[in-house]
T-cell receptor, first 113, second 112 residues
């Protein structure tokens, strides 16, 4: 029973490029969350999605960031025109429903040069 | 808005001693309180959780206590071992809405 799968694990981009991070939730999980972790800091909520719907995007920056969770395929966090401040670890978590327990992936580490 | 404060930010203990990490939360409607352990370069792993209808929960060397009146909860690790060294995060979840709000984390170092 595979856990939450994230790829790529490491991504290097130059300023102005686009970054796409993918997350496949655990089997049977239809709720996906994205969190950002800056070096030596805690996890900051970005967005919560269910299949084909964004439920809560209160933590997403208003510009350049978008997320989707299509009917088929993984959830994708997209960052356009990356800047150095976007360098961070991005974690995806999934849950089977709203009961509480979140299972995290190993993260995607974005470095912007 | 939701806020979770965690302390201490770093904690060093001798192997075999106990470690206690404390968190407070701001939203009285929060009803779920998990603790996560994060090792270097890895994702957070759930180690124990507690719901608001319970005051204490124990799993081997790990225990969590919850005081809803005071809006704080604590993680207790007894007989610490070097492999307990990691960053520990507390979190709280609102009754309405499904996101977890995390504390800033505690770096635990167990010295052998």
């Amino acid at each position: 029973n595979a856990g939450v799968m994230q790829n790529p694990r490491h991504l290097v981009r130059r300023r102005g490029q686009e970054a796409r991070l993918r997350c496949s939730p655990m089997k049977g999980h239809s709720h996906v969350y994205w969190y950002r972790q800056l070096p030596e800091e805690g996890l900051k909520f970005m967005v919560y999605l269910q299949k084909e719907n964004i439920i809560d995007e209160s933590g997403m920056p208003k510009e350049r960031f978008s997320a989707e969770f299509p009917k088929e395929g993984p959830s994708i966090l997209r960052i356009q025109q990356v800047v150095r401040g976007d360098s961070a670890a991005y974690f995806c978590a999934s849950s089977p429903g709203g009961a509480g327990e979140l299972f995290f992936g190993e993260g995607s580490r974005l470095t912007v040069l | 808005g939701e806020n979770v404060e965690q302390h201490p930010s770093t904690l060093s203990v001798q192997e075999g001693d106990s470690a206690v990490i404390k968190c407070t939360y701001s939203d009285s409607a929060s009803n779920y309180f998990p603790w996560y352990k994060q090792e270097l370069g890895k994702g957070p792993q759930l180690i124990i959780d507690i719901r608001s209808n319970v005051g204490e929960k124990k799993d081997q060397r790990i225990a969590v206590t919850l005081n809803k009146t005071a809006k704080h909860f604590s993680l207790h690790i007894t007989e610490t071992q070097p492999e307990d060294s990691a960053v520990y995060f507390c979190a709280a979840k609102m009754e309405y809405g499904n996101k977890l709000v995390f504390g800033a984390g505690t770096i635990l170092r167990v010295k052998s």
